[in-house]
């Protein structure tokens, strides 16, 4: 399937831990826009969405979360809870967010800017379309 758990290199020392991520380096694409969840509930689900052209990679900075991530054939469960560990959603994966912890904080790296067109949102036409 069209993901990929990627591990982030940490620069640590005695002061703490950084993470950097540069675009066609240790990302497989450009960043266009940043985006971050905050301030999270366990019984409310988000996503529940695909993307026809979009990239992304989704790292949880605190808490945990779990991604379920569906290419229309098979269902795959990811569970995120460290910030050393980024999730890569490739295109025309439908993602489910659930089971958040409460204030669970998620940065979202995307290929592209924000465009409401450009998402698929309901399941039906998602497996049409990667049909067609
Ligand atoms: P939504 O797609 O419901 O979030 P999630 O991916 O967690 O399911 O987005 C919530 C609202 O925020 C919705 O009105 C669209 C808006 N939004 C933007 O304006 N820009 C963005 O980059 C994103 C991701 C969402």
Redesign the pocket.
Known sequence: MNFNLLNLKVFGDSRGKLISLESNKNLPFEIK?V?Y?FDTVPDQE????AHRNLEQLIVVMDGACELVLDDGKKRETVWLNRPDVGLYIGKNIWRE?RNFSYGCKLMVLSSDF?NEEEYIRDYNEFLKYINH
């Not at 988000?46 to 969405?49: P, S």
């Open positions: 826009r985006y969840i988000r996503g529940k969405h967010m924000y």
